[in-house]
């Protein structure tokens, strides 16, 4: 069974930093591109950043210069480095990954989702 699990959400005021942690677990064979998505309340679920295995990376616009996606392979884990905080940040964010389980046949990845950390950004 995989499994992504994330830490460090948390209450910030505006203008503040934060760093998101999200590590994958199981029986895994390889982990593909991974990523960072954030849930407003009553608004859909918005693509942050992705990083792939060889570490090219994709933002939001909305995020560019502000935040830095990044990941250690040998611990499966993906980081986000969250700096300006706005309160428009303000989200459930919800860890992503594309992974090749050991048990897969033809080694097909699947898709896999944390449970979310709430980041809050007051003014």
């Known amino acids: 069974q995989v499994q992504l699990v994330e830490s460090g959400g948390d209450s910030v005021q505006a203008g503040g930093s934060l760093r998101l942690s999200c590590t994958a677990s199981g029986s895994i064979f390889s982990i593909n591109t991974m990523g960072w998505y954030r849930q407003a309340p009553g608004k859909q679920r918005d693509l942050v950043a992705t990083i792939t295995s060889g570490g090219t990376t994709n933002y939001a616009d909305s995020v560019k210069g502000r935040f830095t996606i990044s990941r250690d392979n040998a611990k499966n884990t993906v980081y986000l480095q969250m700096n300006s905080l706005k309160p428009e940040d303000t989200a459930v964010y919800y860890c992503?990954?594309?992974?090749?389980?050991?048990?897969?046949?033809?080694?097909?990845?699947?898709?896999?989702w944390g449970q979310g950390t709430q980041v809050t950004v007051s003014s």
């Open positions: 992503h990954a594309l992974i090749v389980p050991r048990a897969s046949a033809l080694r097909r990845e699947y898709d896999y």
